[in-house]
Protein backbone atom coordinates (compact mmCIF):
# COMPACT_ATOMS: atom_id res chain seq x y z
CA UNK A 1 0.00 0.00 0.00
CA UNK A 2 1.14 3.43 -0.90
CA UNK A 3 0.36 6.15 0.32
CA UNK A 4 1.29 9.60 -2.02
CA UNK A 5 1.19 12.86 0.03
CA UNK A 6 0.13 16.03 -2.08
CA UNK A 7 -2.07 15.90 -5.25
CA UNK A 8 -0.17 18.36 -7.30
CA UNK A 9 0.98 18.01 -10.77
CA UNK A 10 3.62 15.59 -9.17
CA UNK A 11 1.91 13.67 -6.71
CA UNK A 12 -1.06 13.08 -9.12
CA UNK A 13 1.54 11.70 -11.40
CA UNK A 14 2.81 9.25 -8.68
CA UNK A 15 -0.71 8.17 -7.66
CA UNK A 16 -1.36 7.46 -11.45
CA UNK A 17 1.40 5.84 -12.50
CA UNK A 18 1.39 3.51 -9.25
CA UNK A 19 -2.29 2.67 -9.05
CA UNK A 20 -1.97 1.94 -13.00
CA UNK A 21 0.68 -0.47 -12.11
CA UNK A 22 -1.15 -2.33 -9.78
CA UNK A 23 -0.22 -0.50 -6.15
CA UNK A 24 -3.33 -0.06 -3.59
CA UNK A 25 -2.98 3.64 -3.93
CA UNK A 26 -4.33 6.26 -1.62
CA UNK A 27 -3.60 9.91 -2.61
CA UNK A 28 -4.60 12.69 0.55
CA UNK A 29 -4.08 16.43 -0.43
CA UNK A 30 -4.36 19.10 2.18
CA UNK A 31 -6.52 20.91 -0.20
CA UNK A 32 -8.15 20.22 -3.75
CA UNK A 33 -6.19 18.45 -6.54
CA UNK A 34 -3.92 21.13 -8.19
CA UNK A 35 -4.35 23.95 -6.01
CA UNK A 36 -1.02 24.20 -5.01
CA UNK A 37 1.23 25.89 -7.10
CA UNK A 38 0.61 23.82 -9.83
CA UNK A 39 -2.65 26.07 -10.12
CA UNK A 40 -0.65 29.34 -10.56
CA UNK A 41 2.24 27.74 -13.41
CA UNK A 42 2.54 29.30 -16.61
CA UNK A 43 2.74 25.50 -17.83
CA UNK A 44 5.55 24.98 -20.67
CA UNK A 45 6.46 21.81 -21.48
CA UNK A 46 10.00 22.77 -22.62
CA UNK A 47 11.81 19.28 -23.10
CA UNK A 48 14.20 20.89 -26.34
CA UNK A 49 17.24 22.98 -25.51
CA UNK A 50 20.24 22.59 -23.24
CA UNK A 51 19.87 19.16 -21.09
CA UNK A 52 22.58 18.74 -19.15
CA UNK A 53 22.63 17.78 -14.82
CA UNK A 54 20.87 15.13 -13.25
CA UNK A 55 17.36 16.22 -14.47
CA UNK A 56 18.63 15.44 -18.03
CA UNK A 57 17.62 12.26 -18.86
CA UNK A 58 13.74 12.94 -17.11
CA UNK A 59 14.13 16.03 -19.91
CA UNK A 60 15.06 13.88 -22.71
CA UNK A 61 11.56 11.61 -22.51
CA UNK A 62 9.06 14.25 -21.55
CA UNK A 63 7.75 14.73 -24.82
CA UNK A 64 7.26 11.12 -25.38
CA UNK A 65 5.85 10.59 -21.86
CA UNK A 66 3.41 13.41 -22.43
CA UNK A 67 2.38 11.83 -25.63
CA UNK A 68 2.22 8.18 -24.03
CA UNK A 69 0.10 10.13 -21.31
CA UNK A 70 -2.52 11.43 -23.72
CA UNK A 71 -2.88 8.24 -25.33
CA UNK A 72 -3.65 6.41 -22.05
CA UNK A 73 -5.91 9.42 -21.29
CA UNK A 74 -7.95 10.85 -23.71
CA UNK A 75 -8.54 14.45 -23.38
CA UNK A 76 -6.06 15.38 -21.44
CA UNK A 77 -5.53 19.43 -21.65
CA UNK A 78 -2.12 19.35 -23.57
CA UNK A 79 -1.78 21.59 -26.91
CA UNK A 80 1.79 21.06 -29.04
CA UNK A 81 2.29 24.73 -30.63
CA UNK A 82 6.10 24.55 -30.49
CA UNK A 83 8.28 27.37 -28.77
CA UNK A 84 10.06 30.15 -29.88
CA UNK A 85 13.01 31.97 -27.84
CA UNK A 86 15.16 34.66 -28.53
CA UNK A 87 17.41 37.11 -26.26
CA UNK A 88 19.10 40.42 -26.82
CA UNK A 89 19.11 41.53 -31.12
CA UNK A 90 23.42 41.00 -30.42
CA UNK A 91 23.39 37.52 -28.66
CA UNK A 92 24.15 34.98 -31.09
CA UNK A 93 21.07 31.98 -30.48
CA UNK A 94 22.40 28.44 -29.60
CA UNK A 95 19.96 25.24 -30.48
CA UNK A 96 20.07 22.59 -28.69
CA UNK A 97 18.64 19.13 -29.41
CA UNK A 98 15.06 19.09 -30.72
CA UNK A 99 15.84 22.74 -31.54
CA UNK A 100 16.69 24.82 -34.67
CA UNK A 101 17.52 28.46 -35.32
CA UNK A 102 15.50 30.21 -37.69
CA UNK A 103 15.51 33.36 -39.54
CA UNK A 104 13.16 36.70 -39.55
CA UNK A 105 10.83 35.57 -42.41
CA UNK A 106 10.06 32.08 -40.76
CA UNK A 107 9.46 33.59 -37.24
CA UNK A 108 6.95 36.42 -39.06
CA UNK A 109 5.09 33.20 -40.68
CA UNK A 110 5.08 31.80 -37.09
CA UNK A 111 3.82 34.84 -35.09
CA UNK A 112 1.86 37.02 -37.95
CA UNK A 113 1.33 39.69 -35.29
CA UNK A 114 4.70 40.49 -34.21
CA UNK A 115 5.77 44.35 -35.06
CA UNK A 116 9.79 43.18 -35.78
CA UNK A 117 10.42 39.97 -36.08
CA UNK A 118 13.96 39.13 -34.44
CA UNK A 119 16.70 37.97 -36.75
CA UNK A 120 17.35 34.99 -35.68
CA UNK A 121 15.41 32.71 -33.10
CA UNK A 122 15.20 29.23 -31.43
CA UNK A 123 12.22 27.22 -32.45
CA UNK A 124 11.36 24.79 -30.57
CA UNK A 125 8.75 22.50 -32.54
CA UNK A 126 8.21 19.96 -29.76
CA UNK A 127 7.61 22.07 -27.02
CA UNK A 128 4.13 22.36 -26.09
CA UNK A 129 1.83 23.70 -22.43
CA UNK A 130 -0.47 22.14 -20.50
CA UNK A 131 -3.69 23.16 -18.59
CA UNK A 132 -1.67 21.94 -15.30
CA UNK A 133 -4.79 21.90 -13.74
CA UNK A 134 -6.72 20.08 -15.92
CA UNK A 135 -3.59 17.55 -16.37
CA UNK A 136 -3.44 17.27 -12.64
CA UNK A 137 -7.17 16.34 -12.24
CA UNK A 138 -7.25 13.97 -14.97
CA UNK A 139 -4.31 11.81 -13.13
CA UNK A 140 -6.21 11.68 -10.43
CA UNK A 141 -9.27 10.78 -11.91
CA UNK A 142 -7.16 7.90 -13.72
CA UNK A 143 -5.53 7.44 -10.51
CA UNK A 144 -9.37 7.07 -9.35
CA UNK A 145 -10.30 4.30 -12.30
CA UNK A 146 -6.93 2.05 -11.30
CA UNK A 147 -8.55 2.14 -7.62
CA UNK A 148 -6.77 4.37 -5.73
CA UNK A 149 -8.32 6.19 -2.96
CA UNK A 150 -8.87 9.67 -3.38
CA UNK A 151 -8.80 12.16 0.36
CA UNK A 152 -9.02 15.99 -0.51
CA UNK A 153 -8.89 18.62 1.77
CA UNK A 154 -7.20 16.37 3.87
CA UNK A 155 -3.96 17.66 5.84
CA UNK A 156 -1.69 15.22 7.17
CA UNK A 157 -0.37 16.19 10.33
CA UNK A 158 2.87 13.44 10.94
CA UNK A 159 4.00 10.49 9.79
CA UNK A 160 3.71 7.06 11.52
CA UNK A 161 6.52 4.78 12.03
CA UNK A 162 6.10 1.10 13.13
CA UNK A 163 8.11 0.24 16.77
CA UNK A 164 11.22 -1.07 14.10
CA UNK A 165 11.01 2.82 13.09
CA UNK A 166 9.68 1.54 9.38
CA UNK A 167 6.91 4.47 7.84
CA UNK A 168 3.74 3.25 8.79
CA UNK A 169 1.41 5.55 6.78
CA UNK A 170 0.13 9.01 7.97
CA UNK A 171 -1.61 10.90 10.69
CA UNK A 172 -4.28 13.20 9.42
CA UNK A 173 -6.59 15.14 11.36
CA UNK A 174 -9.53 13.15 9.91
CA UNK A 175 -7.65 9.65 11.16
CA UNK A 176 -4.49 8.02 10.22
CA UNK A 177 -4.24 6.40 7.03
CA UNK A 178 -1.90 3.06 6.54
CA UNK A 179 0.60 2.61 4.21
CA UNK A 180 4.16 0.55 3.89
CA UNK A 181 5.55 3.31 1.36
CA UNK A 182 4.86 7.04 1.80
CA UNK A 183 5.97 9.33 -1.14
CA UNK A 184 6.31 12.85 0.12
CA UNK A 185 4.95 15.01 -3.33
CA UNK A 186 3.84 18.01 -1.02
CA UNK A 187 6.16 20.53 -3.12
CA UNK A 188 7.51 22.96 -1.00
CA UNK A 189 6.10 21.44 1.86
CA UNK A 190 8.20 18.47 1.86
CA UNK A 191 10.58 19.90 3.86
CA UNK A 192 8.73 20.48 6.59
CA UNK A 193 7.14 16.99 6.38
CA UNK A 194 9.93 15.24 7.03
CA UNK A 195 12.00 17.00 9.41
CA UNK A 196 10.43 15.50 12.47
CA UNK A 197 12.11 12.49 11.48
CA UNK A 198 15.21 14.50 11.47
CA UNK A 199 15.49 14.32 7.61
CA UNK A 200 16.57 17.74 6.08
CA UNK A 201 14.77 17.99 2.57
CA UNK A 202 16.78 21.28 0.89
CA UNK A 203 13.74 22.31 -1.06
CA UNK A 204 13.31 25.83 -0.61
CA UNK A 205 10.72 28.20 -2.00
CA UNK A 206 11.18 30.46 -5.01
CA UNK A 207 8.45 32.71 -6.28
CA UNK A 208 7.67 33.54 -9.79
CA UNK A 209 4.78 35.67 -10.79
CA UNK A 210 1.68 34.53 -13.41
CA UNK A 211 -0.29 37.30 -14.94
CA UNK A 212 -3.89 36.42 -16.45
CA UNK A 213 -4.62 39.15 -19.34
CA UNK A 214 -7.75 39.44 -21.59
CA UNK A 215 -6.19 39.90 -25.17
CA UNK A 216 -7.43 40.18 -29.09
CA UNK A 217 -8.20 36.54 -30.25
CA UNK A 218 -5.08 35.07 -32.21
CA UNK A 219 -2.37 37.07 -30.62
CA UNK A 220 -0.06 34.74 -30.10
CA UNK A 221 0.41 31.53 -31.63
CA UNK A 222 3.44 29.51 -29.90
CA UNK A 223 4.83 29.58 -26.69
CA UNK A 224 6.32 32.99 -26.55
CA UNK A 225 9.76 33.39 -24.49
CA UNK A 226 12.02 36.95 -24.60
CA UNK A 227 13.87 38.79 -22.22
CA UNK A 228 10.89 40.26 -21.15
CA UNK A 229 8.38 37.44 -20.30
CA UNK A 230 7.17 34.12 -21.13
CA UNK A 231 3.57 34.38 -23.25
CA UNK A 232 0.98 32.17 -24.44
CA UNK A 233 -2.23 31.91 -25.76
CA UNK A 234 -4.76 29.55 -23.17
CA UNK A 235 -7.60 30.67 -24.86
CA UNK A 236 -8.80 32.42 -27.78
CA UNK A 237 -9.43 35.81 -26.08
CA UNK A 238 -6.72 35.01 -22.78
CA UNK A 239 -2.79 35.14 -22.29
CA UNK A 240 -0.53 33.82 -19.45
CA UNK A 241 2.54 35.54 -19.01
CA UNK A 242 5.07 34.13 -16.88
CA UNK A 243 6.79 37.36 -16.27
CA UNK A 244 7.91 40.46 -13.03
CA UNK A 245 6.45 43.64 -13.07
CA UNK A 246 2.72 44.24 -14.15
CA UNK A 247 3.78 47.71 -15.84
CA UNK A 248 6.84 45.96 -17.64
CA UNK A 249 4.59 43.12 -18.68
CA UNK A 250 2.15 45.15 -20.33
CA UNK A 251 4.53 47.72 -21.96
CA UNK A 252 6.55 44.57 -22.86
CA UNK A 253 4.05 43.03 -24.73
CA UNK A 254 2.47 46.19 -26.21
CA UNK A 255 5.44 47.09 -27.44
CA UNK A 256 6.13 43.35 -29.04
CA UNK A 257 2.64 42.52 -30.87
CA UNK A 258 0.45 44.90 -32.66
CA UNK A 259 -2.89 45.14 -31.97
CA UNK A 260 -2.80 44.79 -28.16
CA UNK A 261 -3.43 48.42 -26.84
CA UNK A 262 -6.59 47.04 -25.26
CA UNK A 263 -4.84 44.16 -23.60
CA UNK A 264 -6.13 43.62 -20.17
CA UNK A 265 -4.44 42.74 -16.83
CA UNK A 266 -7.05 40.02 -15.27
CA UNK A 267 -5.33 38.74 -11.73
CA UNK A 268 -1.21 38.64 -10.48
CA UNK A 269 -0.84 35.39 -8.57
CA UNK A 270 2.58 34.63 -7.00
CA UNK A 271 3.17 30.97 -6.97
CA UNK A 272 6.14 29.06 -4.72
CA UNK A 273 7.71 26.92 -7.08
CA UNK A 274 9.74 24.03 -5.07
CA UNK A 275 13.31 24.16 -5.86
CA UNK A 276 16.12 21.56 -4.73
CA UNK A 277 18.98 23.37 -3.14
CA UNK A 278 20.89 22.44 -6.07
CA UNK A 279 18.29 22.91 -8.77
CA UNK A 280 18.14 19.38 -9.87
CA UNK A 281 14.80 16.87 -8.41
CA UNK A 282 15.34 15.17 -5.22
CA UNK A 283 13.90 11.64 -6.24
CA UNK A 284 13.56 8.35 -4.71
CA UNK A 285 13.92 6.39 -0.99
CA UNK A 286 15.35 7.75 1.93
CA UNK A 287 18.26 6.11 2.95
CA UNK A 288 17.66 5.98 6.73
CA UNK A 289 13.73 5.60 6.90
CA UNK A 290 12.31 2.45 5.57
CA UNK A 291 9.31 3.11 4.07
CA UNK A 292 9.66 6.64 2.98
CA UNK A 293 10.09 7.98 -1.15
CA UNK A 294 10.81 11.77 -1.94
CA UNK A 295 9.27 13.13 -5.25
CA UNK A 296 9.70 17.09 -5.66
CA UNK A 297 11.08 18.46 -8.60
CA UNK A 298 11.15 22.10 -10.38
CA UNK A 299 9.95 22.20 -13.74
CA UNK A 300 7.30 19.76 -12.51
CA UNK A 301 5.19 20.24 -15.34
CA UNK A 302 7.33 18.84 -18.35
CA UNK A 303 8.61 16.44 -16.08
CA UNK A 304 5.08 14.99 -13.86
CA UNK A 305 4.82 12.11 -16.53
CA UNK A 306 8.26 10.95 -16.73
CA UNK A 307 8.76 11.61 -12.95
CA UNK A 308 5.48 9.29 -12.08
CA UNK A 309 6.30 6.68 -14.59
CA UNK A 310 9.90 6.26 -13.10
CA UNK A 311 8.75 6.50 -9.29
CA UNK A 312 5.90 3.62 -10.15
CA UNK A 313 8.97 1.49 -11.42
CA UNK A 314 10.56 1.49 -8.36
CA UNK A 315 7.57 1.55 -6.34
CA UNK A 316 5.75 -1.38 -7.87
CA UNK A 317 8.67 -3.36 -9.87
CA UNK A 318 11.31 -2.75 -6.82
CA UNK A 319 13.78 -1.45 -9.64
CA UNK A 320 16.50 0.98 -9.58
CA UNK A 321 15.95 3.06 -12.23
CA UNK A 322 19.26 4.58 -13.35
CA UNK A 323 17.73 7.87 -15.05
CA UNK A 324 16.54 8.98 -11.41
CA UNK A 325 20.69 8.46 -10.39
CA UNK A 326 21.52 11.86 -10.29
CA UNK A 327 18.24 12.67 -8.53
CA UNK A 328 18.58 10.94 -4.76
CA UNK A 329 18.56 12.34 -1.48
CA UNK A 330 22.12 11.48 -0.55
CA UNK A 331 24.02 13.99 -2.37
CA UNK A 332 23.26 16.23 0.80
CA UNK A 333 23.93 15.83 3.76
CA UNK A 334 20.00 15.22 4.72
CA UNK A 335 20.39 14.10 8.35
CA UNK A 336 19.37 16.98 11.07
CA UNK A 337 21.61 16.91 13.75
CA UNK A 338 20.55 14.62 17.10
CA UNK A 339 19.53 12.12 14.82
C1 LIG B 1 4.72 31.51 -12.47
C2 LIG B 1 5.19 30.08 -12.62
C3 LIG B 1 5.57 29.61 -13.84
C4 LIG B 1 5.99 28.29 -13.98
N1 LIG B 1 6.29 27.85 -15.24
C5 LIG B 1 6.60 26.54 -15.43
C6 LIG B 1 6.76 26.06 -16.75
O1 LIG B 1 6.60 26.81 -17.72
N2 LIG B 1 7.06 24.74 -16.90
C7 LIG B 1 7.23 23.88 -15.82
O2 LIG B 1 7.50 22.71 -16.03
N3 LIG B 1 7.07 24.34 -14.56
C8 LIG B 1 6.76 25.64 -14.33
N4 LIG B 1 6.57 26.11 -13.08
C9 LIG B 1 6.86 25.22 -11.94
C10 LIG B 1 5.74 24.21 -11.70
O3 LIG B 1 4.51 24.89 -11.63
C11 LIG B 1 6.01 23.43 -10.42
O4 LIG B 1 7.28 22.78 -10.56
C12 LIG B 1 4.95 22.37 -10.16
O5 LIG B 1 3.65 22.92 -10.21
C13 LIG B 1 5.18 21.74 -8.78
O6 LIG B 1 4.21 20.74 -8.61
P1 LIG B 1 4.09 19.95 -7.24
O7 LIG B 1 3.07 18.90 -7.44
O8 LIG B 1 5.44 19.54 -6.78
O9 LIG B 1 3.64 21.06 -6.18
P2 LIG B 1 2.18 21.57 -5.78
O10 LIG B 1 1.36 21.85 -6.95
O11 LIG B 1 2.39 22.71 -4.82
O12 LIG B 1 1.55 20.34 -5.03
C14 LIG B 1 1.88 20.00 -3.69
C15 LIG B 1 0.59 19.60 -3.01
O13 LIG B 1 0.91 19.15 -1.69
C16 LIG B 1 -0.17 19.49 -0.86
N5 LIG B 1 0.26 19.50 0.55
C17 LIG B 1 1.18 20.31 1.13
N6 LIG B 1 1.27 20.03 2.45
C18 LIG B 1 0.39 19.04 2.69
C19 LIG B 1 0.01 18.33 3.87
N7 LIG B 1 0.55 18.59 5.08
N8 LIG B 1 -0.95 17.38 3.77
C20 LIG B 1 -1.51 17.09 2.56
N9 LIG B 1 -1.19 17.73 1.42
C21 LIG B 1 -0.24 18.70 1.48
C22 LIG B 1 -0.59 20.87 -1.34
O14 LIG B 1 -1.92 21.16 -0.96
C23 LIG B 1 -0.39 20.75 -2.86
O15 LIG B 1 -1.58 20.44 -3.55
C24 LIG B 1 6.10 27.42 -12.87
C25 LIG B 1 5.69 27.89 -11.63
C26 LIG B 1 5.23 29.21 -11.49
C27 LIG B 1 4.74 29.68 -10.16
Redesign the pocket.
Known amino acids: MVVV????????SVAYHAARAGAVVTL????R??????????????AAGVRTGPAAGLRVTATQEYRRLEAELPGLPVTWSGSLSWGAADTAPQAGPGQEIVDAATVASLEPTLRRPPDRAVWAPGDGAAD?VGVTERLVAGARAHGAQVHPH????ALRRDAAGRVAGVETAAGPLAGATVVL?????TAA?AAPLRIRVPVETSP???FRLRAPTGLVRTVVHNRDF?LRQIAPDRLHA?ADSPERTLAAIRSTFRGTANIELLSTR?????MPADGAPIIGPVPDVPGLYLA?????????PAVGHLVARELVEGTVEPTLAGCRLDRFSYSSPGS
Do not use: E, M, Y
Not at 5 to 12: E, L, N, Y
Not at 28 to 31: E, K, L, N, R
Not at 154 to 157: V, Y
Open positions: VGAGIVGAVDAGPGAGVTADSFAWIGPTPITAAGAALATLDAVGLRPVTHSAVTLA
